[in-house]
């Protein structure tokens, strides 16, 4: 199972900050982010994931956000401040989704 040390995060170019995405294998894919356009800690563009203690987090698959369908109580598409720990638990929920 995919975790988040397992992310590959890049800079981005455009916004500042940095980036991952994952596909699992069923279909769903995970974005985090963080950076100063994102609901991270801290609200800076940094070069490292080791940099953050918090990201922006959102889910896909068909047909577009689906957040919602793994965090019943989320008021957005879009997750902000999701530890680790919390990523972590997100993932693995996604990748158990048939």
Same mark, same amino acid.
Do not use: C
């Given at each position: 199972?995919?975790?988040?040390?397992?992310?590959? =995060?890049?800079?981005?170019?455009?916004?500042?900050?940095?980036?991952?995405?994952?596909?699992?294998?069923?279909?769903?894919?995970?974005?985090?982010?963080?950076?100063? =356009?994102?609901?991270?800690?801290?609200?800076?563009?940094?070069?490292?994931?080791?940099?953050?203690?918090? =990201?922006? $987090?959102?889910?896909?698959?068909?047909?577009?956000?689906?957040?919602?369908?793994?965090?019943?109580?989320?008021?957005?598409?879009?997750?902000?401040? @999701?530890?680790?720990? @919390? $990523?972590?638990?997100?993932?693995?929920?996604?990748?158990?989704?048939?």
């Amino acid at each position: 199972m995919k975790v988040f040390k397992d992310l590959v =995060f890049n800079s981005k170019k455009f916004s500042g900050g940095i980036g991952a995405t994952m596909r699992f294998d069923n279909g769903f894919e995970i974005s985090v982010q963080a950076g100063s =356009f994102n609901y991270s800690t801290p609200k800076e563009d940094l070069k490292s994931p080791d940099d953050f203690v918090s =990201f922006e $987090i959102a889910v896909f698959g068909p047909p577009g956000f689906v957040t919602k369908q793994f965090v019943p109580d989320a008021h957005d598409d879009v997750l902000g401040w @999701q530890d680790r720990g @919390q $990523i972590n638990a997100l993932m693995l929920l996604i990748q158990s989704k048939k």
